[in-house]
């Protein structure tokens, strides 16, 4: 499941920086001479930057370089991008054509990032120029060099588009920016991610007005990130929806984002609670089991014999099974309409075993409770239930 979000990628920086002296002209060069077949998978990319450079920052900018110099940005996808993809289509995609949107340079640029042992993740947002805020979102990435926070954006990183027509002029103005300082132009839908003590509202953005320092609550971001890579999928878009919310859903990018979470999270629990339900099948069956072998056991009579405190451990270890099986149904939780009837006839099949095993407990306790002339009796008369 994915939203439907497109990636604004049409660098309106060439109107607003100037390019400085490249002083990672040594490691780009040397990017330049990677093989070919190292750049048809992010694992070569990552081992040929990782056999040639030494330090984190050397090969974050050996990334950069490369991720920027050799994907053109593909004018065609920008509104009609395929909703379907994997972040490992996109990927596969972007290698072997060289051409992709915002989303394609993020995720390769934070898959060799990962891969070299560099900490990275791909952060959505929008964006704002010249006071103009555009009207599709984007991603970039954040990756940890010497244990300092640093953002990149391999997009606009990578040139400009004018007219339809993409020009590719690497731009170093993007490269391992001062979250503080990309923020006048990049911001993450969900706030943890602009790694500010003091983050920014959607309103301070989109109006370039901050509020006073003293009327803020002060964040921990580092805590946060950790805490929050810690939780599954589904608390991951639940605490990400409500910080989205709580920081103003103020134009349609956000609310759509915030949408989209929140279903993230509906449909995760949902998956997690059929994964539940058919692991509930599964003990019932189990259960169903144990429960017809005690049945047969006492159909032959309880032969060969055993102890009356085994007979009593085993119909009880039954029922317990159920009674858990019977607790577990109820707390299950949404499971979608398709499997609505699969959750209620379990219910019901498992009220109907438990009932059946209370039964033969009953006749149990009674058979265990007479000497072994009235046991004789009860067993004569028993008829296995069809």
């Known amino acids: 499941m994915r939203a439907t979000f497109l990636s604004l990628c049409l660098f309106l920086s060439l109107l607003s920086f100037s390019q400085a002296k490249n002083e990672f002209a040594g490691i780009d060069s040397k990017m330049d001479k990677i093989p070919t077949q190292d750049s048809n998978s992010t694992i070569a990319i990552a081992n040929y930057i990782s056999s040639n450079f030494k330090t984190e920052a050397e090969k974050i900018r050996a990334l950069f370089y490369w991720t920027a110099s050799n994907i053109n940005y593909d004018v ?20 072997r054509t060289k051409k992709g949107v915002c989303s394609h340079y993020a995720e390769v640029f934070n898959d060799v990032s990962n891969k070299m042992g560099v900490s990275c993740y791909v952060i ?53 920016v001062q979250p503080n300082v990309l923020i006048a132009s990049h911001m993450p839908f969900d706030y943890i991610w602009q790694f500010l003590d003091l983050p920014l509202t959607n309103k301070e ?137 699969s959750l209620s006839n379990l219910k019901k099949s498992i009220a109907t075993a438990l009932m059946q095993t209370e039964e033969q407990e009953q006749f149990l306790m009674e058979y265990l409770s007479k000497n072994s002339i009235g046991r004789k009796v009860m067993l004569s008369n028993f008829k296995i239930r069809n």
């Open 124 to 176: 959505e947002g929008f964006t704002k120029q010249n006071g103009k805020v555009a009207n599709l979102s984007h991603a970039w990435c954040a990756a940890k060099i010497d244990k300092k926070w640093y953002l990149f954006d391999p997009t606009w990183g990578a040139g400009y588009v004018n007219n339809n027509t993409f020009f590719k002029k690497l731009n170093n103005s993007y490269f391992k």
């Open 205 to 341: 953005f989109l109006e370039g007005k901050r509020q006073p320092l003293n009327s803020k609550k002060q964040l921990d971001f580092e805590k946060e990130i950790t805490r929050y890579q810690s939780l599954g999928d589904s608390d991951k878009a639940f605490e990400s929806s409500e910080r989205i919310e709580k920081n103003g859903l103020l134009n349609a990018l956000v609310i759509e984002q915030y949408k989209y979470k929140k279903e993230a999270f509906r449909v995760y629990t949902q998956n997690k609670n059929i994964e539940k339900l058919n692991a509930l099948y599964t003990s019932y069956n189990e259960n169903i089991f144990l429960l017809n072998d005690f049945i047969i056991y006492r159909f032959k009579k309880f032969k060969p014999a055993q102890s009356d405190e085994e007979m009593r451990n085993w119909i009880q270890n039954v029922k317990g099974k159920f009674k858990k099986c019977e607790t577990d149904v109820y707390n299950i939780g949404i499971v979608g309409k398709e499997n609505t009837g």
């Open 76 to 95: 065609s996808k920008m509104l009609t991008p395929n909703v379907n993809e994997t972040t490992q289509d996109r990927i596969d995609d972007v290698l």
